[in-house]
């Protein structure tokens, strides 16, 4: 099993442009999340879905757009990138009913 | 919704002491309290966890323990070596909505 991957690892932005993190997990877990951790920072969740068709807002939603057509998959979209979306952003999943989060590598992302 | 809090951000000690983080959360329906660690540059671990009906869990050197009427939860890492130096974050969730929130991690240094 390959886990969480996330694509791409590294990505640079400009300010305004639009680009979409790739997850996919190959776990059959229903429950996935986006997080971004800011350098020295926790982890802020932005979005999650407790299965394929539903999603929901987490505590910093604004600037982001998810959707969950499959099991597998859960791509993050951001709009009109600003400098303060700079992050470190990690896709995680979960068999659910509060059980451990797998995370993904991670993806850099910076807005010039 | 939910806030997690937790303290001190920053920890420093020899090898062979013992550390403590602690952390308070704000809902009392949270049932659900894992500990992860992130080592420089790599993606969050669990490490341990519990739920609301255990008030204290041991793993080798590591225990957590929990206090429902204080709304507050403790890591106890013992006789610590330095590759435990580490970022750790407490966690808190609700059974239905699974969703986790982070606290803003301890950064832990075990000087040899």
């Known amino acids: 099993n390959a886990g969480v991957t996330q694509t791409p690892k590294f990505r640079i932005l400009k300010i305004g442009q639009s680009m979409t993190l790739q997850c996919t997990q190959d776990m059959n877990h229903n429950y996935m999340y986006w997080y971004r951790q800011d350098p020295g920072m926790g982890l802020k969740l932005i979005y999650y879905s407790v299965g394929a068709g539903i999603t929901d807002k987490g505590e910093v939603p604004n600037g982001y757009n998810v959707s969950r057509s499959t099991t597998e998959d859960f791509p993050l979209r951001l709009e009109l990138a600003a400098p303060s979306q700079t992050s470190v952003y990690f896709c995680a999943s979960s068999p659910g009913g509060t059980g451990e989060l797998f995370f993904g590598e991670g993806s850099r992302l910076t807005v010039l | 919704g939910e806030n997690v809090e937790q303290h001190p951000s920053t920890l420093s000690v020899q090898e062979g002491d013992s550390a403590v983080i602690k952390c308070t959360y704000s809902?009392?329906?949270?049932?659900?309290f894992p500990w992860y660690k992130q080592e420089l540059g790599k993606r969050p671990q669990l490490i341990i966890d519990?739920?609301?009906?255990?008030g204290e869990k041991k793993d080798q050197r590591i225990a957590v323990t929990l206090n429902k009427t204080a709304k507050h939860f403790s890591l106890h890492i013992t006789e610590t070596q330095p590759e435990d130096s580490a970022v750790y974050f407490c966690?808190?969730?609700?059974?239905?909505?699974?969703?986790?929130?982070f606290g803003t991690g301890t950064r832990l240094q075990v000087f040899p």
């Open positions: 519990i739920r609301s009906n255990v």
């Open positions: 809902d009392s329906a949270s049932n659900y």
């Open positions: 966690a808190a969730s609700k059974l239905r909505t699974d969703k986790l929130i």
